[in-house]
Every structure is written in C-alpha cells, then in structure tokens.
C-alpha cells in the first residue's frame, strides 16, 4: 500500500486545474527545443500561450529536468526552454507535462503537507531492532543519512551500500553490503563518531554481528583499541562462515583495556573485491546501558508503548526472529540531547541479550520526497485526498505573491477554501494512533 511522489504530483495538478501532459511528436534534440502538435488541443490557436508556464520532463535522456517556457509557437508546437541545451533522445519520444505551477514547488508542499499533517496522517511503528545492553547505535544499518555508509559508520579501503534485498537482512529492512577495495577493507564505528564507546575501557565485552559472505570465512568482527602512549589492541574473530549463508560471529567476554582513548568496531572483509553483508550486531558489557539511540521512525516521531521480551525459543532468546512473549515497561522516558533522541530505561539491572519493542508513530517519510517513483505508505484514497488539499493550501502560500489588494483578497479566499477543504477531510479519514500508556 504506497502511492509514488508522480501520482501525488498528478493529484495535486488534477486538484489545480493545472495539468498538461502529452508525448513529443518530435524526438528532444541538443537545443532548447521540445516539440509536440499534441498541445494543439490546449493552445487556443495562439502563440506564446504557454510562455512562462513551465514544463517538466518525465522519462528518457531528460527525465527529471524541469525548465521555464521561453516561448511557445502554435503552428508546430514548439517550445522554447530557458537554459541551457537539453540531452538528445535519440529516437524516443519523450512525455511532459505542462502546468502554471513549477513542479520544485508542487513537491516542496507536497513534503511540508507530509510534514504539517502529522499525526493526523502517519505510518506506524512497531519497531524490534532495540537490545537491551546494546551500546551499538544504528545497529541493524537502517538509517543511511548518505547513500555511502550507515550513519554513525565509517568506511576504510571499503564501499557499502543499504541492502533492502529480501535474503540480505537477517530480521529488520536492511543491511550493509560492505565490499572491500583491498585486503581488510571494513566497516566501522569509532570513539569519534560515537565518543560514548570509551566508556568501555576497563570493562569485559561481549560482540556479535549476522554476516553473509561472498566467499567463505571472508566476514571478520573485530575490536581495536588504542591508549594515549602509543599502546594498541587488537581482538579478531576467528571463526568460520560459509559462502552465501548466515552466520553469527562472536567475540566474547574479552578485556577492554584500561585508559584508552580511542576505540574502533569493525565489521572486515578478508578479500579484496568480495563482499560481506553484515546485519544486527550488538556490542554487550559489564556495564550497564541506560540511553538507547531511537531508530530513525522515532526520532521525528512519538513513541507512546515500550515492551521487554521475556521468553524466546534460541539459547539467547535475542536471537529469536520472531516472539510472543513481551511485558509492557513503564519506567521509560525520552531524552534529546539537541541532535538525537534516545529511549531512557533507567533500570540498568535489566537482563541483557534481549529485545525492546518500541509502538508508536512517525510522519509518513523520514526523508523529503525528491524523484518521481519515491512513495509514501498511502493508497489512493480518501487519506490521500486530505494530503493533497493541504497540499494545495500550502503550495498557494509558496506561489502566492500578489501585486494588488484586489489579487491578495483572491489568493486568501483561494487559501481559505483549500484548508476548509482539508479541514472537511480530516474529520472523516484522519488515522487512529496507539494508545499511550500511563508511566511510573
């Protein structure tokens, strides 16, 4: 159930009056020309008719771009773009779309809408990835802030990319596909990027990590340490993991040493050009964790029902895909330190290698909508109807720009309906949401 960012688009236009959209009669060429006789119909016999209006490219070598209309000729059905030339597309015939409105800020109001209407409209949460004693942040390699590495993570002689294939995570959305450049190549979280992990010098570990690998025995976890008089450390797994199959690695009950001031976790790949696909590793210590990095869902959402697993079937029953057995925790809060927000269980006595399942609410997306086939968690319904009248208003407070009192009064009237309109709407499709529990 997900509606893309183009049907979105289209609603919003349908919903303006603003829509024209037609195939080229004429292949686009290097120049500033687009030619189509299929605008004839909406010309009105008259050149310049669409000067100013602003068309946008859908598909082929142009897909994407987006251009103010210098001139338009009714005898052909020429275009004239502002800018620079466009690529050629060979011999195929590309679709545009024609409309008043520019589509930069059709999408920045569809994204405020997405934005402003939560939590009337949202997705649910019902998020597993948490272990209790866990000190590793973005454990589960979800959140890609760039497209080049987890947040949190770094790369060294190694490139990764967020594997949402289904066979290539072990229990949440994705993983990290890590290949090496060279021998060793690795992922990493660092005392720099994440400086609470100094907070393990002097203490005994415990680390696991899911790894598939290309090749056999190329998925290696590994810790490193170093201490302000040169003195370095460093603990490797060793244990063997087959070609394309998953395996559990593990370092454990293993000595931090004492007065470190840098410290590095690192996920390995033996083999130069080999891959490893890494997923749900936990890092566990003597010492208790208290502040639990929220999943992305959640740092701009609301959680409002936190649960601790009880039972399971596996040795650890962290290591269950799926349980049934969870009790509802109360002695929860949420803490922001000004970037991030993290879960607060103030009970350090909690028995570690378990889950945390966290229930709440987020805005639709994380991240801002930009290409045509990204998607919101909405089908074509009266939901999606509300979404595009705000929409609406918000776009006519971003195009709004009058130059008279008598075209002010007109915008403000134009405004007003669409949010009456919006209005009308919520009452009838706005979403339920979980049920806050009382806290102690």
């Known amino acids: 159930m997900s509606t893309s960012l183009a049907t979105i688009d289209q609603r919003l236009q349908e919903s303006l009056n603003d829509r024209i959209s037609v195939v080229c009669t004429t292949a686009i060429a290097a120049n500033t020309s687009i030619v189509s006789t299929n605008l004839l119909p909406f010309d009105g016999g008259n050149n310049d008719t669409f000067n100013t209006w602003w068309v946008y490219i859908t598909d082929y070598a142009n897909a994407g771009v987006e251009r103010q209309i210098a001139d338009y000729a009714t005898t052909t059905g020429t275009i004239t773009v502002r800018g620079g030339n466009l690529a050629s597309d060979g011999a195929s015939l590309a679709t545009i779309e024609v409309t008043r409105t520019r589509r930069t800020n059709r999408v920045n109001a569809i994204n405020r809408a997405i934005e402003e209407v939560y939590p009337v409209l949202h997705k ?5 990835s948490l272990i209790v004693g866990n000190w590793l942040p973005n454990s589960h390699f979800d959140y890609w ?18 594997d949402t294939t289904s066979g290539e995570y072990w229990s949440a959305g994705s993983s990290a596909k890590v290949t090496a450049s060279s021998g060793n190549g690795y992922l990493e979280i660092n005392s720099s990027a994440w400086p609470k992990l100094l907070d393990l010098a002097d203490s ?3 680390f696991y990590c899911r790894a598939k690998p290309q090749t056999a025995n190329d998925a290696v976890i590994e810790i490193y340490t170093r201490k302000a008089d040169g003195t370095e450390q460093t603990i490797t797994s060793s244990a063997s993991n087959p070609a394309s199959r998953w395996t559990q690695l593990s370092l454990e009950d293993k000595k931090i040493n004492a ?4 410290i590095s976790i690192r996920f390995k790949v033996t083999t130069s050009g080999q ?3 890494f997923d749900e590793a936990r890092l566990e210590s003597s010492r208790g964790v208290n502040d639990y ?21 596996s040795a650890y029953i962290v290591d269950d895909v799926q349980t049934p057995y969870w009790r509802p925790e109360q002695s929860w809060t949420v803490t922001d330190d000004g970037s991030y927000r993290y879960l ?11 889950r945390i399942r966290l229930v709440g609410t987020s805005p639709l997306v994380t991240t801002a909508l930009s290409a045509a086939t990204d998607t919101i ?8 109807d509300m979404l595009v009248a705000y929409a609406k208003y918000r776009l006519y407070q971003i195009e709004g720009q009058p130059v008279s009192t008598q075209s002010r009064q007109s915008i403000q009237e134009t405004k007003a309906e669409a949010y009456g309109e919006y209005q009308m709407l919520k009452n009838l499709h706005r979403m339920g949401s979980p049920s806050a529990v009382i806290k102690v």
């Not at 649910?124 to 597993?128: C, F, N, P």
């Not at 590495?149 to 060294?156: A, D, K, R």
């Not at 990095?293 to 079937?313: A, D, E």
Request: charged letters at 15%; aromatic letters at 10%; proline letters at 5%.
């Open 377 to 384: 968690p909405l089908d074509a319904s009266g939901q999606l």
């Open 275 to 277: 891959y490893v696909i």
């Open 344 to 354: 607060r269980l103030p009970d350090q006595t909690h028995t570690t290698a378990r």
């Open 145 to 162: 802030a760039v497209s080049t590495n987890p947040l949190f993570y770094s790369l060294t002689t190694a490139t990764a990319i967020a």
């Open 204 to 206: 005994t570990v415990r």
């Open 293 to 313: 990095w929220l999943p992305q869902s959640l740092q701009r959402g609301t959680l409002q029902q936190t649960f601790l697993q009880t039972g399971g079937f």
């Open 259 to 262: 007065g470190i001031e840098y």
């Open 124 to 128: 649910g949460v019902d998020d597993r």
